[in-house]
Every structure is written in structure tokens, then in C-alpha cells.
């Protein structure tokens, strides 16, 4: 128990330094901005596209919005008319993270700077400017590190992943394997994508409520909130009492997810911000006045219990 302590006392203290951007710019009024979104698969990501509008707004920025619907050629089109209408920059959420080294080649070409946001990439670093994001392997640590302390480090986990082929997935992913590895008593028993959505997540809980029995899974780790609510749905349909007979965990901290806290169907979260249009616009801005910038500009976030459930719906759900 001491060892799990220990393990746990690390994780958090790493996680909560204070991560400070580099980039303080500002302003970018008058500039057009051609921002190609993911999609709109869930409550976080709903949040993040209002997020950004509002702040392009604040800043007199035009922001030529389009939503990618979770396909990756609707986002290349996107780029390649964000390319041809000559806007001043290019904003993208990617939906995976292969395949954009062409469209990204494009833009270069026509001397168009492009900040990666969210999601990453795995296209030459010399086609974009930055990417800002959170650190998802960082999060996934952070949650198995509550979860190993919350079962004394002794856990049948089954895993909600996120879209395949998104670094969110593969990192949140690589983050908690790295920290359960540590527990020979912590095994991840089902594993199967819900592509962060609330209906993925509920299908995914049925199958695997089907497959094994219920008592046998200790706790429930998803790759984000909207999947978690829906398995939560789905323990509750199965007579199963999610929170107490099954602990979960999941990342981005949406206002449903409070209430399930306060509803005692959810234990924690780790909160991924959907604050990043401010530092993206601030980099386009820094670049366009010839700064050099980190090709990683990081968003911080916590991890949230149901302690400050009530306070934390109250704030964000407004």
C-alpha cells in the first residue's frame, strides 16, 4: 500500500505543475482564420468549437469554420479551400493522426501557417507551425494513478477507447498502461473502441456486461466522459450500481459528468481544457510577427472528484 501511495503522490505532483504556454501575443484582429474541427461526437467537443468561435469573436478575428463530421477527406477538402480563398492561417483539429502530409504540403507551398490543435499528427514537424494540446499520455497516467490508489492497486479494468488511430486514443492509452504496468494485479480484462461517443460507450458497456460477469470488473476506465456516461447508462439498465459496485474513470470534465458525481454514478475525471482557440490564435499572431515558436505548446488540466462535483457543475454548465 505504501508503494501505491508513493506511486500516486509522484504522478500528482508531476501532473499539477504548473505548465505555462510560451506564447503571450494576443489580439489577431482582422486576420482570417480557417478553423477545420473534428466534428461534433461529443459534449467536450461541442464546447472546444464553441470555445474557439467565441474567442475569434472577442478578437475580431473572421473564422471560417467546418465541421469535419469525423472524417478525415471532409478536413482535407476543408484545408484545400481554406488554401484556396488565401486565408492568412490554418487551424486543425485532426480526426487521425496519419495522412495529412500532402494537404499540409499544400499549404506551406502557398506560405499559409497551420497550428495543429487537440489531436496530433505524425506529418513532418517542418509543415506546421505548433500544435496546442493537452498532454494525453499525461492524463491517462493521472487516471490510472487515482485508480490504482482507489483499488489499492488490484483491478479487473475494462477499457472504453477512444476513435482508433487518434493520438487522443493511443496516448491516453499508452499513458495508463505505463502506470497499471507497474501493479501485477492490475489487468485490463475488455478493451474496445467507442469512438468518444455517449452511444459507442453504451453499446461497448453492453457487450462487455454480456461477455463476462459483472461482478468480475472492477472498475470502468474510458477515454473520455461522453463514452462514460453512456456505459453508465448501460450499468444501470443491467441492475449494476455504477460508482459503487464499479468504479470509473474518464477524461475531459464536461458538466454531465459533475452531475453523474453528484448522482454518485461517477467517481473522478481528468479534465482536458477546451480553451485552446485563445493559445492558437495567440501563436498564429506570434508567428506572423516572426517568432520562433516550440513545436508543442501545452494546456493544462486537473482531475476532479465528487467532492467538487456540485461547485464544478455550477460553473460550467452555466
Not at 493537452?134 to 487516471?143: K, M, N, T
Not at 479534465?271 to 492558437?280: D, I, K, R, T
Not at 506570434?286 to 493544462?300: D, N, Q, R, S
Request: glycine share 8%; proline share 4%.
Amino acid at each position: 500500500m505504501r508503494f501505491v501511495k508513493l506511486s500516486l503522490a509522484i504522478l500528482l505532483l508531476v501532473a499539477f505543475a504548473a505548465i505555462k504556454s510560451p506564447v503571450s501575443a494576443q489580439g489577431g484582429k482582422g486576420l482570417t482564420i480557417g478553423f477545420s474541427q473534428v466534428g461534433s461526437e461529443s459534449a467536450w467537443r461541442t464546447a472546444f468549437t464553441n470555445a474557439t468561435k467565441a474567442e475569434a469573436e472577442a478578437r475580431g478575428i473572421n473564422l471560417l469554420f467546418s465541421d469535419g463530421q469525423q472524417k478525415q477527406e471532409n478536413q482535407i477538402a476543408a484545408l484545400r479551400s481554406f488554401i484556396a480563398q488565401g486565408v492568412d492561417a490554418i487551424i486543425l483539429a485532426p480526426v487521425v493522426e496519419t495522412g495529412w502530409d500532402e494537404v499540409l504540403q499544400e499549404a506551406k507551398d502557398n506560405e499559409i501557417p497551420v497550428v495543429i490543435v487537440d489531436r496530433n499528427v505524425s506529418a513532418d514537424p517542418s509543415l506546421y507551425v505548433t500544435r496546442v494540446s493537452s498532454d494525453f499520455v499525461h492524463e491517462g497516467r493521472l487516471a490510472a494513478a487515482w485508480l490504482v490508489q482507489a483499488t489499492a492497486g488490484k483491478c479487473n479494468i475494462v477499457e472504453l477507447q477512444g476513435t482508433v488511430g487518434s493520438s487522443a486514443a493511443l496516448d491516453r492509452q499508452k499513458g495508463f498502461n505505463e502506470v497499471i504496468a507497474l501493479f501485477s494485479e492490475m489487468k485490463i480484462v475488455l478493451s474496445q473502441s467507442g469512438d468518444f461517443t455517449r452511444t459507442g460507450g453504451k453499446e461497448v458497456m453492453e457487450s462487455f456486461l454480456k461477455s463476462m460477469d459483472p461482478k468480475e470488473i472492477c472498475a470502468v476506465w474510458a477515454h473520455n466522459d461522453d463514452m462514460l456516461i453512456g456505459a453508465i447508462q448501460a450499468m444501470k439498465e443491467a441492475g449494476i450500481d455504477p460508482g459503487q459496485d464499479i468504479k470509473t474513470i474518464s477524461v475531459d470534465a464536461i458538466p454531465d459528468i459533475f452531475k453523474a458525481m453528484m448522482d454518485g454514478d461517477a467517481n473522478a475525471t481528468v479534465e482536458l481544457s477546451p480553451n485552446m482557440g485563445g493559445p492558437a490564435f495567440d501563436a498564429v499572431v506570434a508567428y506572423l510577427a516572426g517568432e520562433t515558436l516550440p513545436k508543442w505548446i501545452p494546456v493544462a488540466g486537473g482531475i476532479y472528484f465528487p467532492d467538487t462535483a456540485a461547485e464544478e457543475y455550477a460553473k460550467r454548465s452555466k
